[in-house]
């Protein structure tokens, strides 16, 4: 059965690091695009970083400059480093596979999530 398993989740001081890792199971994973999401309390979820098969990216703006996105095609696992840590980045992320299309996104498949908080 396919399924999608996040780590890397854990409490950080503003401007400190952590590296989110999502391994992806089954046949899910070399022709999909992966992406993450977050959801803070109260707050809709976002996309927050997409990458499609062949390497392209694509983030939000707040993010923009301090996280990274990659693959591993060959062990199916997705990473996101995330640098400069601020308390607004507090929340669950979520690893997702699903299909790119020009410069936008659907996603179909979700893992369970990891929480993410920054302290100030």
């Known amino acids: 059965q396919a399924q999608l398993v996040e780590s890397g989740g854990g409490l950080v001081q503003a401007g400190g690091s952590l590296r989110l890792s999502c391994a992806a199971s089954?046949?899910?994973?070399?022709?999909?695009?992966m992406g993450w999401y977050r959801q803070a309390p109260g707050k809709q979820r976002e996309l927050v970083a997409a990458?499609?098969?062949?390497?392209?990216?694509k983030y939000t703006d707040s993010v923009k400059g301090r996280f990274t996105i990659s693959r591993d095609n060959a062990k199916n696992w997705v990473y996101l480093q995330m640098n400069s840590l601020r308390p607004e980045d507090t929340a669950v992320y979520y690893c997702?596979?699903?299909?790119?299309?020009?410069?936008?996104?659907?996603?179909?498949?979700w893992g369970q999530g990891t929480q993410v908080t920054v302290s100030s």
């Open positions: 089954g046949s899910i994973f070399s022709d999909n695009a």
């Open positions: 997702a596979a699903g299909h790119a299309s020009g410069s936008e996104y659907s996603f179909h498949l």
């Open positions: 990458i499609t098969s062949g390497g392209t990216t």
